[in-house]
């Protein structure tokens, strides 16, 4: 009769081990003993080195994480307890004090077993006694295996994500300015490295001598042996401080063209850093793309080296840990790489350009956060051309942007559908016309030509003459500083869209159509963050394109309140890798990549995370209504 | 007769030990309560009737589950007609069942010591009354906490502006039933009502927290008992 709320209990716990293998009977007698516990989100159930719990919990809804921290305040995650684990079975098997931390991640419900209970249940079913006591030794595994993970540490930083100081060859061979070559090249063959630093007294690198060098420069060139390497020496040295991760060696090496990256500590070489070494740490290679990328003149095989980027570096990057914002400044440089091939090959066919240029993209890719290939927003920016020549230069250049544009949807690139890509004459102009482009979106803001003009105002020089971006950039920071009505506009653009959060926090979802019951992560999420980090960019004059760039350089000036910087970082870096992880599964299944997400499909990590990345650009959006003295959205 | 009156004296005394003055500076977190919920033949406490009384145990945030009341009562005059279809039980189901006068006491016993909650407990309230008065007598003093007033003052008070605005008028049981992602066993079934309701007032219990209200007394004084 009063079965309606224990009936929904046994059944629960009917699928639960180690209570599925009691009868119906002690089933319901259990029921009957216990308690239904509730945590609010932050609560910790169980603390390390504690009194024992009084009782053993079964998670009903929600999430408990088990945390181990480290005594560097690191906090290793052993696992999160969702519905149907168990949290406390030490403590209730033995009386063990706290092993881990546990702690609610979500607001979480639990049946709770008093531990007398649990003791008869030990003594009298012999099949719930097994089972606690596999689970203490899958205890002793896990922490086992955690343990020797840890103590592996420096092989298992043996990822992208790891310092350079990691992999970095040591000890490096150096020589002074004056060595001859026949020395230098004595040194390397004895050493078996084929490169050596070139150091002044005060141990300051000032350049690189490598094989290629001996062979062009001294072989080649019929120069004699004992020239001094610094008539022969790559000046400057391309350096990367040893702290820096190797993923950004990895950038580095691409967009400068080498092989050879000198480690430094407190400026001084430290360490040299090879393709070769890198090349073994990835597998499939990002350098190894790039190089491709560098020597094809076929198009129809540039198109494949990209398709191999997006099917296996991706997923490969992403499956090593490393973090999609990164992967997305990787991706950047692949696809500036082949945009500067596919445009000195078209230079190559139309004769060269009558004033320098400089090939212009905005948007995600302006702000190098494109990872699965969207469309293309991209623009031509040439030097004012002199009297009685503007005609054949703009001829020129529209003919470039179309062909290339062209060229690039062939290589998968997406046409632009809003036309923001240099096929549209809009978009090719001349330096004056830029700036008189810019000074009219500012001058007569029309929140509907704000925020079509808005991805424009993250524009990045990528090939050709770069001077010419720096220069119109510049030229918008001070436009911007005597605009306070653009900037206006802007904010109130920037914080129209509120984060997919309603009433007590639950998630707001399409309630009908094709993305029924899911939520854009993009709209409200990424895109919410980006809208308004560039605002406050824009604001403080801050020169980068690149949201968490941006970010850090907006802490360093203290524009932005260092906790929301660091919240905003972690809440974009959260949505877009949860983004990217999306779609590469929709791509691997043959579908359409889509910005839109099911929060029900999530783990319940992913869940707690997500609605916290909400909260965070909620709060973001309410200081920037507040400075800008903007009305709430909707009222 | 008599007995049930001694019954009663003693009930109203155990009861009374809850008066305000000595009482009302005990944290909501080791307080005795009784989540109940009723079910009746309609919303009219002069014509209407009990049908069931459920009521859940809960020990300061804890629910526990072998401290439950449920009861199914004959009416002495049947109104059937409009509210089967809610609550789904029929004149057959009560042919059996104990006419109120023998459910009231038991069910006074099990809130012995503790603190009444219930959702729009306002009802269950005027209809407890008038059962006690119909038998003679008078309901010892309670004390009474409506999770529906809770949660409009929590919204009201803490939430948005705009969260209360596009909110007002939104706090039917299901609303937060559905708000706080409580799967409920089943629905308009007394018992059943007062564990989801239990549920809430868990929830609600570490929100009020969060507000500094702590005690009986900082209940009282936010007017919400």
Redo the contacts between chains.
């Keep these: 009769?009063?079965d309606?709320?224990?009936?929904?209990?046994v059944n629960f716990l009917r699928r639960v081990p180690p209570f599925q293998f009691l009868s119906d009977e002690r089933l319901r007698q259990l029921?009957?003993?216990?308690?239904?516990?509730?945590f609010?989100r932050g609560t910790v159930l169980i603390r390390r080195g504690e009194r024992p719990p009084d009782y053993l919990w079964v998670v009903v809804?929600g999430g408990v994480k088990k945390v181990l921290r480290s005594v560097t305040g690191e906090e290793h995650i052993f696992e999160v307890a969702s519905e149907g684990d168990l949290v406390g079975v030490l403590s209730s098997v033995d009386g063990m004090e706290g092993q881990l931390d546990d702690i609610a991640i979500e607001?979480t419900?639990c049946y709770?077993i008093p531990r007398a209970v649990v003791d008869e249940l030990i003594a009298s079913e012999p099949a719930v006694a097994r089972f606690f006591l596999g689970a203490l030794r899958e205890w002793v595994r896990a922490s086992l295996t955690a343990l020797e993970r840890h103590e592996e540490r420096p092989e298992d930083a043996f990822v992208l994500t790891a310092p350079c100081r990691m992999v970095a060859r040591r000890p490096l061979l150096t020589c002074r300015p004056e060595t001859t070559v026949r020395e230098a090249a004595r040194l390397m063959s004895a050493e078996r490295v084929n490169s050596i630093v070139v150091v002044d007294e005060e141990g300051n690198g000032i350049g690189i001598v490598t094989d290629w060098d001996l062979r062009e420069r001294v072989v080649a060139a019929g120069r004699s042996p004992e020239t001094q390497v610094v008539d022969v020496m790559s000046a400057p040295l391309v350096t990367i401080d040893a702290d820096r991760l190797l993923l950004e060696a990895v950038r580095l090496m691409i967009a400068r063209g080498i092989n050879h990256l000198v480690v430094t500590e407190e400026a001084k070489p430290f360490g040299m850093l090879t393709a070769f070494d890198l090349l073994v740490q990835q597998g499939t290679s990002a350098l190894f793309l790039a190089r491709a990328i560098e020597r094809e003149s076929r198009i129809e095989r540039l198109a494949q080296i990209l398709e191999q980027a997006q099917r296996q570096l991706l997923p490969f990057l992403l499956s090593r840990g490393v973090r999609a914002s990164e992967v997305a400044q990787i991706v950047s440089e692949v696809n500036d790489r082949v945009v500067a091939r596919v445009l000195a090959l078209l230079e190559e066919e139309l004769g060269r350009p009558p004033v320098p240029y400089c090939w212009l993209v905005f948007g995600s890719e302006g702000r190098r956060e494109q990872t699965i290939r969207t469309d293309q927003d991209n623009g031509i920016l040439y030097a004012d051309p002199p009297d009685g020549q503007q005609e054949a230069a703009r001829g020129y250049f529209q003919r470039l942007g179309q062909w290339a544009v062209e060229r690039l949807v062939a290589l998968g690139f997406p046409p632009c559908p809003g036309r923001y890509s240099a096929d549209n004459p809009e978009w090719v102009l001349s330096a004056s016309e830029w700036q008189r482009r810019f000074r009219s979106w500012m001058a007569v803001p029309e929140p509907q030509a704000v925020l079509s003009s808005l991805i424009v105002f993250d524009f990045r020089g990528v090939h050709g003459e770069l001077a010419l971006a720096t220069t119109l950039r510049e030229f918008v920071r001070q436009e911007l500083s005597h605009s306070p009505r653009f900037l206006f506009h802007v904010a109130a653009v920037s914080t129209s869209q509120p984060p997919p959060l309603?009433?007590?926090g639950?998630f707001v979802v399409e309630r009908s159509g094709e993305h029924k019951n899911q939520l854009d992560l993009k709209l409200g999420g990424t895109g919410a963050i980006v809208n308004l980090v560039r605002l406050f960019a824009l604001e403080h004059g801050i020169e980068e394109t690149n949201t968490l760039a941006r970010l850090t350089a907006l802490r360093e000036q203290r524009a932005v309140e260092s906790q929301l910087a660091d919240d905003l970082a972690r809440a974009f870096e959260f949505l877009l890798d949860l983004r990217v992880r999306l779609q590469l599964e929709q791509l691997q299944r043959g579908e359409k990549p889509s910005n839109y997400v099911d929060p029900r499909q999530l783990s319940s990590l992913d869940r707690t995370l997500l609605k916290e990345s909400f909260r965070v650009i909620g709060r973001a959006q309410a200081v920037v209504r507040e400075r800008f003295h903007l009305e709430?959205a909707?009222? | 007769m008599s007995e049930r009156n001694g019954l009663w004296e003693r009930l109203a005394r155990l009861l009374g030990r809850l008066s305000l003055n000595d009482e009302g500076q005990r944290t909501l977190f080791t307080v005795r309560y009784t989540v109940l919920d009723a079910e009746m033949t309609g919303l009219d406490p002069e014509r209407d009737e009990f049908l069931a009384i459920g009521a859940v145990r809960m020990v300061g945030p804890r629910i526990v589950l072998g401290e439950t009341f449920y009861r199914l009562i004959k009416p002495a005059k049947a109104r059937w007609s409009t509210s089967v279809p809610i609550h789904g039980i029929r004149p057959n189901d009560v042919a059996n069942a104990p006419p109120v006068c023998d459910v009231l006491p038991s069910f006074l016993s099990f809130c012995v010591d503790t603190v009444l909650v219930g959702h729009g407990v306002e009802i269950d309230r005027l209809f407890l009354h008038k059962a006690a008065e119909r038998l003679g007598t008078r309901l010892p003093p309670l004390l009474w906490i409506d999770t529906g007033r809770v949660a409009r003052w929590l919204v009201t008070r803490h939430g948005t502006f705009a969260e209360a605005a596009a909110d007002r008028g939104r706090f039917s049981l299901d609303d937060l039933v559905a708000a706080y992602e409580i799967v409920p066993p089943a629905r308009h079934h007394a018992l059943a009502d007062a564990y989801v309701t239990a549920q809430v007032w868990q929830r609600q219990l570490y929100e009020l927290a969060l507000e500094g209200i702590n005690s009986l007394r900082d209940l009282r004084l936010a007017g919400l008992a």
């Design positions: 009769m009063d309606v709320v224990l009936g929904s209990v029921v009957k003993r216990i308690e239904v516990h509730y609010p809804r607001d419900v709770a309603g009433f007590l639950r709430q909707g009222e």
